[in-house]
Nanobody, 120 residues
């Protein structure tokens, strides 16, 4: 089992920044790629970014969001800059063995989510 706990969400004005954190515990962190997804009300869960143990990154919000991980702290981060109202969603951290994936259904473990609200 892998336990994931997100933090760092909140209310921010458009153009502002937030940094989300996801602390992992349980099985060996190095065995897992980590991903961030988001889900807005009435919409399907959406891929944001993923990072492998080696640091290889794939992201969908280029130029504004940056995923990173600190393997010594078993923590993955999502730095979000120039936030827009359409970024408002619950943001979820997830873990999958091996390489990162785009499809949220392929992830094995999930955090409880953290709300990000961007006001205009």
């Amino acid at each position: 089992q892998v336990q994931l706990v997100e933090s760092g969400g909140g209310l921010v004005q458009a153009g502002g920044s937030l940094r989300l954190s996801c602390a992992a515990s349980g099985r060996t962190f190095r065995d897992y790629a980590m991903g961030w997804f988001r889900q807005a009300p009435g919409k399907e869960r959406e891929f944001v970014a993923t990072i492998n143990w080696s640091g290889d990154v794939t992201d969908s919000v280029k130029g504004r969001f940056t995923i990173s991980r600190d393997n010594a702290k078993n923590t993955v981060y999502l730095q979000m800059n120039s936030l827009k109202p359409e970024d408002t969603a619950v943001y979820y951290c997830a873990a999958v063995r091996g390489s990162g994936r785009y499809d949220y259904t392929e992830y094995d473990y999930w955090g409880q989510g953290t709300q990000v609200t961007v006001s205009s």
